[in-house]
């Protein structure tokens, strides 16, 4: 089982997103301006671990395995 490590930034947990279906991409996608590149989600209904490997402002949901 792989660990999420939460990190804090000035007194504030950094979470993983969790969504209950697919993420999508792009500038209206899935927290398009909130989730910085690198933050995690994870998809409750499956519990499967996607990455944003894209920008702030469009990101792409890449599977982590």
Do not use: C, H, Y
Not at 11 to 17: A, E, R
Not at 28 to 40: P, Q
Not at 45 to 61: E, Y
């Amino acid at each position: 089982m792989a660990v999420i490590e939460i990190k804090r930034i000035e007194g504030t947990s950094i979470l993983p997103w969790r969504v209950s279906g697919a993420p999508s991409n792009g500038t209206s996608g899935t927290k398009a301006g909130l989730a910085e590149i690198g933050d995690l989600l994870i998809r409750t209904d499956t519990g499967v671990l996607f990455q944003n490997t894209n920008t702030k402002a469009s990101p792409t949901w890449s599977t982590r395995t």
